[in-house]
C-alpha cells in the first residue's frame, strides 16, 4: 500500500471507496468491469456493430486496472481479453477444431494483458494529471496495438478498435490519420468518459463543473469526426465492375476438394451474366473481379482450367480479376494470387499479384517440426504458400487496380502501398468458405475504413459472401448474402488524389506509440520521485 492510499478514506465496511480519487476498485468490483470490458468491446465489432459501446469498454479496463499492481493489472486486462477475443474469433474454431481458436484467442488476450499492465503502471501520471487520463489511454492502446500488429510472425490485426468504428462518426478520422488515428480517438474517448466517471462524488465542490466540461470535449470529439470531409480524392473517371461470387458446394475446409466446381460456379455465373448483358438485362461491366481462391487449379499450368477461364473472360468481354493458386516457384511452394486474365489474349504475365502477406499456420507453417507436437493439424497445409515482394498495383486497362488478398486488407501498410503505387481503386479478394458471416462482415469493416482512409472506392469479393462495393465515404453498395451464388454490379469512380492518411503513412501511429513509451517512462521517474510501489 502507498502513502497516498493510506491518507485516502475508507468506506464503512473498511473497502476503499471505488470513487475516491486514485483508489483502485475493490477487486469484488474489478473482476467484472474487466470482464464488462471485453464483452462491451465484443458487441461493438460486427456483426453485433454497437459502436459507442467501444469508448465503454476501453473505460470499464483502464478502471479495473487503474492503482493495481502490475501483475493484477496483467491478469485483468487478460479477462478482458479472452472475454473479448474467445468470441469474437470463434469463427476459426468453425472448421480447424478448438485448439488453434484458443491458442490465437490466448496470445490475443496476452497483449491486453500487457495494457492491462501498462494501465496500472501509469497510474501515477493518471492521479497527478486527471485531464491526462484521456491522453494516456489513448497513446498506450495506440502502442499496443502497433505491438500486436506486428509480433509474432508478422502479428495479427484482427480486432483493432478502428474495425469496430465502421458506421460511426470517428470513421471519418481515417482520411486524417489512418486506423491508428481512430483507434486514438475510441481510446480517448473512452478516458473521458473514465474522468468523468471516477470522481469522488461525495464532495459537492466543483462537482459538475469538470464533468461538464470533459462531456463536451466528447460531444467535440464526435462532432470533428463527422466534420471530417472524404470522398474520391482526384480522377473523376468512371468504371462498371462486376463482382461474382460464385459460392461453393460446401463450407469447410474441404473446399479444397471441391475446385473444379468452385471454378465452374465463377465461370457459369460470368457467362450468365454475359447473357443477361446481351439481352438488355444488365449493364456490360468494364471489370469482372472474382474472388480468391476461385480457381484453386493453376490455370497456366492446368489447360482445362485456363480454357475455362477464357470462355468467361471472352463471353463477357472483359477482363476478370482471378483468384488463383500457383504452382511454384520452388517444389512443394505456391502463391496465392490475384492474376488478370483478358478477353481474346488471355492471362496477363505482367498483372500478377502474389499476396504479400501469407497466414501463419493457415498458408504456411512456420516451426513445423515444433507445430506438429503441438497439433497434427499443420499438416493440413501440405505445400507452403511463398510471398510476393511487390504491392499489388495491377493495370487492368480500365482503371489502376489496388489487390490485397484476404487478411492483408488489416495491415495499414500493405494497403496503403497500393495507392501510393498508382492504384485508383481498391479490389479485396476474399475466400470466407471456411469461416462464418461475422468474420466476412468483420472483414467488410475493414474494407470500408480503408476506402474513407485512402479516399479510394473499394469493393470485396468473396467465394460466399458477404462481398459488395464500398464508397469513399464508408458506405456500402449491393451486399450479399452469405453462402449464396450472387453478382453484383455497379459503377465506381476512380481517384488518383491522396489524403493526409496516404500522404502521413505510419507516422501517426509511431508518434502515439513514442508517447506511449514516454508515458512509461515517465510513470517510472514519478514512482521514484515519490517513492511510490504499486498498490
Not at 387 to 392: A, E, K, Q, S
Request: hydrophobic share 50%; net charge positive; glycine share 12%.
Amino acid at each position: 500500500m502507498t502513502t497516498l492510499d493510506r491518507e485516502q478514506p475508507r468506506a464503512a465496511d473498511g473497502a476503499r471507496h471505488p470513487g475516491a480519487v486514485g483508489r483502485p476498485l475493490p477487486l469484488r468490483l474489478a473482476v467484472p468491469a474487466a470482464v464488462s470490458a471485453g464483452l462491451a468491446l465484443l458487441v461493438a465489432f460486427p456483426p453485433y456493430g454497437l459502436w459507442p459501446l467501444a469508448p465503454v469498454g476501453v473505460a470499464l479496463l483502464a478502471a479495473a486496472a487503474h492503482r493495481r499492481r502490475l501483475r493484477a493489472g496483467a491478469g485483468l486486462g487478460f479477462l478482458a481479453g479472452v472475454a473479448l477475443f474467445a468470441p469474437l474469433l470463434e469463427w476459426t474454431n468453425l472448421h480447424t477444431g478448438w485448439l488453434p481458436w484458443a491458442l490465437l484467442s490466448l496470445l490475443q488476450a496476452g497483449y491486453l494483458a500487457l495494457l492491462g499492465a501498462a494501465t496500472a503502471w501509469v497510474s501515477p501520471l493518471a492521479d497527478r494529471w486527471r485531464v491526462g487520463w484521456p491522453l494516456l489511454t489513448g497513446v498506450l492502446w495506440v502502442g499496443q496495438e502497433a505491438l500486436r500488429d506486428r509480433t509474432p510472425f508478422g502479428g495479427f490485426p484482427w480486432g483493432r478498435l478502428a474495425f469496430s468504428q465502421d458506421t460511426s462518426p470517428l470513421l471519418r478520422l481515417a482520411a486524417l490519420g489512418g486506423a491508428p488515428l481512430v483507434t486514438f480517438a475510441v481510446a480517448f474517448a473512452g478516458g473521458l468518459l473514465l474522468a468523468v466517471a471516477w470522481r469522488d462524488w461525495r464532495r459537492p465542490a466543483g462537482r459538475w463543473r469538470p464533468v461538464a466540461a470533459l462531456t463536451a470535449v466528447l460531444v467535440a470529439l464526435l462532432a470533428v469526426g463527422a466534420a471530417v470531409p472524404v470522398g474520391v480524392r482526384g480522377g473523376g473517371n468512371t468504371v462498371t465492375v462486376a463482382i461474382v461470387q460464385g459460392n461453393v458446394p460446401r463450407l469447410g475446409l474441404d473446399f479444397n476438394a471441391q475446385r473444379q466446381a468452385v471454378l465452374n460456379n465463377h465461370v457459369d455465373a460470368t457467362v450468365e451474366l454475359a447473357g443477361r448483358v446481351g439481352r438488355g438485362e444488365a449493364q456490360r461491366p468494364d471489370l469482372v473481379v472474382w474472388p480468391e481462391n476461385s480457381s484453386d487449379i493453376d490455370p497456366l499450368r492446368n489447360p482445362g482450367a485456363g480454357y475455362r477461364i477464357s470462355q468467361a473472360a471472352d463471353a463477357i468481354g472483359a477482363p476478370i480479376l482471378v483468384g488463383a493458386v500457383l504452382l511454384g516457384p520452388g517444389p512443394g511452394q505456391v502463391r496465392n494470387a490475384g492474376l488478370l486474365w483478358r478477353p481474346g489474349s488471355g492471362p496477363d504475365l505482367g498483372q500478377v499479384y502474389t499476396k504479400r502477406h501469407p497466414v501463419p499456420f493457415a498458408e504456411y507453417v512456420p516451426l513445423r517440426a515444433i507445430a506438429r507436437k503441438v497439433s497434427a493439424e499443420v499438416d493440413r497445409v501440405r505445400s507452403d504458400f511463398v510471398p510476393g515482394d511487390r504491392p499489388g498495383v495491377l493495370d487492368a486497362g480500365v482503371a489502376t487496380l489496388g489487390d490485397v488478398i484476404c487478411f492483408e486488407v488489416a495491415y495499414d501498410g500493405i494497403v496503403r502501398d497500393t495507392v501510393t503505387g498508382g492504384a485508383q481503386l481498391l479490389v479485396v479478394q476474399t475466400n470466407n468458405a471456411t469461416f462464418d458471416v461475422a468474420e466476412a462482415r468483420q472483414q467488410l469493416a475493414m474494407v470500408r475504413l480503408r476506402a474513407v482512409e485512402h479516399g479510394r472506392a473499394a469493393l470485396m469479393a468473396s467465394t460466399v459472401g458477404v462481398s459488395g462495393f464500398v464508397s469513399p465515404d464508408g458506405r456500402v453498395d449491393g451486399a450479399t448474402g452469405f453462402n449464396t451464388a450472387e453478382v453484383v454490379v455497379r459503377q465506381m469512380r476512380l481517384g488518383d488524389g491522396r489524403t493526409p492518411a496516404t500522404v502521413v503513412g505510419a507516422w501517426p501511429e509511431a508518434a502515439f506509440a513514442a508517447f506511449a513509451v514516454a508515458a512509461l517512462l515517465g510513470a517510472a521517474v514519478a514512482r521514484r520521485r515519490r517513492e511510490v510501489v504499486p498498490g
